[in-house]
């Protein structure tokens, strides 16, 4: 497969132009010891194909027809990384009016699953609002480290946007993910081949600074009763995986929270959770673009300023979305209503704001 795609030169050139950033002291990722990077890269493979064997089983065994896409398309650019079409049912009964179009990409900590894995929230998503939603693929690390996973999201992202069989009224494109995905939907944005074209992004708990550690980010987070996140224990390996020794960690393109309003969309809502080290990092890229400081109370209730719109997701832990291996009972049941709580205010939002 890696044979199939031409080689990385467009990363090179990408990477030798790092903009001016607002931070001038650059921060380079260490090259971990002989030793570390053996360890991260035994652990990195094997949560990979676990996840892939245990999609795998439930693809074979448990399909689920209800939520399948409507289409799967490839494009030139990207050959190897199709995308899912979900197209609302008003389309399918042969409604031609051009719709607004929602891209999602998927999360994964840059390194597990594929555009298959929100199947159910790209079918939902796109009955409750109405939208065209493609979930789009990317390359994924180890093998293929930043930036090459934004430049996939860009490129594929771009020929969405001028794909006249999918009817789509093109100044109406919001971009969100979810994790890794709400990172890189912040991110391609800014590359040249969808400046100006996306007009919203919406980022559900991404990652938008690498210039600290996880252990850093575990000592500092918002809220300390939860005792163990899996992104503080194998964090340190899937940022070896993601981040190649010597990158600046404060290169916009890998952390968004560096990008100005400029290069980013005109609308912007984040979205945190309360138990997710991530949080305060969201929080703090919202309210600096908004041009406001971080107040001591009620920034926990949510807010909106102008185009930027804030949600702090109460009682969830870092991927809440995922139905991926969530146990039934109350917690999920708990979950269940914080996701469509949440969805519904980011729906209320584009629907009276951004698309009108």
């Given at each position: 497969m890696i044979a199939s795609f031409q080689p990385d030169q467009e990363a090179e050139v990408l990477l030798s132009k790092t903009s001016i950033l607002r931070d001038t002291t650059p921060l380079p990722a260490e090259l971990a010891s002989l030793g570390l990077r053996i360890q991260y890269f035994f652990l990195v493979w094997?949560?990979?194909?676990?996840?892939?064997?245990?999609?795998?089983?439930?693809?074979?065994?448990?399909?689920?027809?209800?939520?399948?896409?409507?289409?799967?398309?490839?494009?030139?650019?990207?050959?190897?990384?199709?995308?899912?079409?979900f197209m609302p049912k008003s389309r399918q009964r042969g409604n031609?009016?051009?719709?607004?179009?929602?891209?999602?990409?998927?999360?994964?900590?840059?390194?597990?699953?594929?555009?298959?894995?929100?199947?159910?929230f790209c079918r939902s998503w796109c009955e409750r609002?109405?939208?065209?939603?493609?979930?789009?693929?990317?390359?994924k690390s180890p093998v293929h480290r930043f930036p090459v996973p934004v430049l996939d999201v860009a490129a594929v992202a771009r020929?969405?946007?001028?794909?006249?069989?999918?009817?789509?009224?093109?100044?109406?494109?919001?971009?969100g993910g979810f994790s890794a995905g709400g990172k890189l939907a912040l991110t391609a944005c800014q590359l040249?081949?969808?400046?100006?074209?996306?007009?919203?992004?919406?980022?559900?708990?991404?990652?938008?600074?690498?210039?600290?550690?996880?252990?850093a980010k575990w000592a500092e987070r918002l809220y300390t009763e939860k005792?163990?996140?899996?992104?503080?224990?194998?964090?340190?390996?899937?940022?070896?995986?993601?981040?190649?020794?010597?990158?600046?960690r404060k290169e916009k393109l890998l952390s968004p929270c560096y990008a100005s309003r400029e290069e980013l969309p005109?609308?912007?809502?984040?979205?945190?959770?309360?138990?997710?080290?991530?949080?305060?990092?969201?929080?703090?890229?919202?309210?600096?673009?908004?041009?406001?400081?971080?107040?001591?109370?009620?920034?926990?209730?949510?807010?909106?300023?102008?185009?930027?719109?804030w949600l702090l997701a109460m009682g969830v832990r870092h991927g809440f979305t995922d139905e991926f291996r969530k146990k039934r009972g109350r917690q999920s049941e708990i979950r269940r209503q914080v996701c469509e709580a949440t969805y519904a205010s980011v729906h209320e939002w584009l629907e009276t704001k951004v698309l009108v």
């Open positions: 094997t949560v990979k194909i676990s996840i892939a064997l245990q999609l795998a089983y439930l693809r074979f065994f448990h399909p689920n027809a209800e939520t399948q896409p409507t289409s799967v398309k490839t494009y030139s650019c990207r050959p190897r990384l199709p995308v899912r079409v031609k009016a051009v719709l607004p179009l929602y891209i999602h990409i998927h999360g994964g900590a840059f390194a597990t699953c594929d555009a298959s894995i929100d199947d159910n609002t109405g939208m065209v939603v493609v979930s789009l693929n990317y390359r020929a969405v946007v001028d794909d006249a069989t999918l009817g789509i009224d093109k100044t109406r494109v919001v971009m040249p081949e969808l400046q100006g074209r996306i007009k919203a992004a919406v980022s559900y708990f991404p990652i938008v600074d690498w210039s600290a550690p996880p252990h005792k163990s996140e899996s992104l503080n224990t194998a964090g340190p390996a899937l940022d070896w995986a993601y981040v190649p020794a010597g990158q600046n005109e609308w912007v809502c984040l979205i945190g959770a309360q138990h997710d080290m991530l949080c305060r990092e969201s929080r703090d890229m919202i309210y600096s673009l908004a041009g406001e400081e971080v107040s001591e109370s009620g920034w926990d209730q949510g807010w909106e300023k102008g185009k930027y719109k």
